[in-house]
């Protein structure tokens, strides 16, 4: 009894971890798209208006690689050990190993 409770506690953990994968890609593409937008938005404004949406735009695509190296970090964790949480401190990126 006690192994079909830990096998569908296994089964909820992975598809809940699928779901947060599915909402971190979403995400990322959502802030890519903004920045793309801004960009384009940015053509025939004046000086100060580019400036601004350019830095608008930049901080988006950080935010859609800051999204894109947590799901890359999440994955492998993912199939390794479900149903172990994975900490704030764990994720991985340039410059912070």
């Not at 947060?20 to 890609?25: F, Q």
């Amino acid at each position: 009894m006690r192994t079909r409770g830990l096998a569908l506690w296994a089964h909820a953990d992975d598809q809940s971890l699928k779901e947060i994968r599915s909402l971190i890609e979403g995400d990322a593409k959502c802030w890519r798209h903004a920045a793309g937008h801004y960009r384009r938005f940015a053509k025939g404004r004046t000086l100060a208006e580019k400036a601004e949406m350019n830095l608008l735009s930049a901080v988006f695509l950080e935010r859609a690689k800051l999204h894109e190296i947590l799901l890359s970090n999440l994955r492998p964790r993912a199939s390794r050990a479900v149903g172990r949480p994975i900490g704030i401190d764990s994720i991985r990126t340039p410059g912070r190993h």
